[in-house]
């Protein structure tokens, strides 16, 4: 169920020069909300932004008796909803709405055995819980929400330059396999993060799924060598959208189906932000 609420801020860190962690207290939300899921925010008692913005659930914080307190989102600010959040110190309030949208895939399956979490930008916020919650680390909803499985996961996060990789420790500390990719070469592998994806595929292990999100040019991309290395891919779309809860439609995606078009339009809030790579109609997107 949506809730729609005003928070206290706990803290709003700087982890780098342009990106953020708010950490925003709000247990009923903090016990629903699924790796992959988001919430919208905005400042409480402000018109300017209206709408709120959505960003991904980037962890559960819990109270010493590890009950759910609090939510962690972690943002690049942009323009002014981001701009805005910055502005939020200790004890500001933010209207917050949400668990919204789907989780990435939980249960454990074979495709489940080898995950591959391939990161863009800003991207890699929803897949600290996933990578947690695959492992077994941490749980997320209802405790019977899913059972541990035996998976294996690792992480490639591809950005413009190094100091975008901020937070990149949180992911270390899993003991995960962790990979980088810059365009300028400060960091790690020096190009794309697909080519670098692809050298590990190639090496071996096989991954068994792949879980992507990024900026669409990289998703599009995602979804190629996804089909082409024949491993079952999820992507995570990034869209623009002003309700978050299905209601206004600004954030249609095509996506294929029986129809005479062979594809219709999808809320991206409601019935995404995840999709099977194979589902989305990625012309139509290329072409708009
Ligand atoms: C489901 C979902 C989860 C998200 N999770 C996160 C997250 O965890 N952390 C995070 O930093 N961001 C996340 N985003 C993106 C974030 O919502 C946008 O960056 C934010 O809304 C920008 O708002 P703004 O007012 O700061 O910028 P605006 O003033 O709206 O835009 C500033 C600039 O950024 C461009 N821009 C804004 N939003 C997008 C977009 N979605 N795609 C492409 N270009 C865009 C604009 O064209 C403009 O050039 C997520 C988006 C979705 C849909």
């Given at each position: 169920m949506?809730?729609?609420?005003?928070?206290?801020v706990?803290s709003?860190?700087m982890?780098?020069e342009?990106?953020?962690?708010?950490?925003?207290?709000?247990?009923?939300?903090?016990?629903?909300?699924?790796?992959?899921?988001?919430?919208m925010?905005?400042?409480?008692?402000?018109?300017d932004?209206?709408?709120?913005r959505?960003?991904a659930?980037y962890?559960?914080?819990?109270?010493?008796?590890?009950?759910?307190?609090?939510?962690?989102?972690?943002y690049l600010?942009?323009?002014?909803?981001?701009r805005?959040?910055?502005?939020?110190?200790?004890?500001?309030?933010?209207d917050?709405?949400?668990?919204l949208?789907?989780?990435?895939?939980?249960?454990?399956?074979?495709?489940?055995?080898?995950?591959?979490?391939?990161?863009?930008?800003?991207?890699?916020?929803?897949?600290?819980?996933?990578?947690k919650?695959?492992?077994?680390?941490q749980?997320?909803?209802?405790?019977?929400?899913?059972?541990a499985?035996?998976?294996?996961v690792?992480?490639?996060w591809g950005v413009r330059?190094?100091?975008?990789?901020?937070?990149l420790?949180?992911?270390?500390t899993?003991?995960?396999?962790?990979?980088?990719?810059?365009?300028?070469?400060s960091?790690g592998?020096?190009?794309r993060?697909?080519?670098?994806?692809?050298?590990?595929?190639?090496?071996?292990?096989?991954?068994?799924?792949?879980?992507?999100c990024?900026?669409?040019?990289m998703l599009v991309?995602?979804?190629?060598?996804?089909?082409e290395?024949?491993?079952?891919?999820w992507?995570?779309?990034?869209?623009?959208?002003?309700?978050?809860y299905?209601?206004c439609?600004?954030?249609?995606?095509?996506?294929?189906?029986?129809?005479?078009?062979?594809?219709?339009?999808?809320?991206?809030?409601?019935?995404?932000?995840?999709?099977r790579?194979?589902?989305?109609?990625?012309?139509?997107?290329?072409?708009?």
């Amino acid at each position: 169920m949506v809730l729609q609420s005003t928070a206290t801020v706990l803290s709003n860190e700087m982890l780098g020069e342009t990106i953020f962690k708010i950490r925003v207290e709000q247990p009923a939300i903090a016990r629903e909300i699924l790796p992959g899921q988001f919430a919208m925010l905005r400042p409480h008692g402000r018109t300017d932004p209206l709408l709120g913005r959505p960003l991904a659930m980037y962890d559960v914080g819990r109270s010493d008796s590890g009950e759910p307190t609090s939510i962690d989102f972690v943002y690049l600010v942009q323009g002014n909803g981001t701009r805005a959040l910055a502005s939020l110190g200790p004890g500001d309030r933010v209207d917050l709405w949400g668990p919204l949208g789907n989780s990435f895939p939980r249960h454990p399956s074979n495709d489940l055995k080898r995950v591959l979490l391939l990161a863009g930008g800003i991207g890699q916020t929803p897949f600290l819980s996933v990578a947690k919650d695959l492992l077994g680390q941490q749980t997320y909803g209802a405790p019977a929400n899913r059972q541990a499985g035996e998976t294996s996961v690792s992480f490639i996060w591809g950005v413009r330059t190094k100091s975008l990789l901020a937070g990149l420790n949180d992911f270390q500390t899993l003991g995960i396999e962790c990979h980088v990719a810059t365009d300028d070469g400060s960091a790690g592998h020096h190009g794309r993060v697909t080519d670098l994806a692809r050298q590990l595929i190639e090496r071996g292990p096989r991954p068994t799924a792949i879980f992507s999100c990024g900026p669409e040019p990289m998703l599009v991309a995602v979804a190629r060598l996804g089909q082409e290395c024949q491993v079952p891919t999820w992507v995570s779309l990034e869209t623009r959208m002003a309700c978050g809860y299905g209601v206004c439609f600004s954030c249609v995606c095509p996506v294929k189906d029986s129809s005479p078009a062979g594809w219709d339009y999808s809320r991206v809030c409601l019935e995404g932000p995840i999709f099977r790579s194979t589902a989305i109609e990625w012309n139509e997107i290329v072409h708009q």
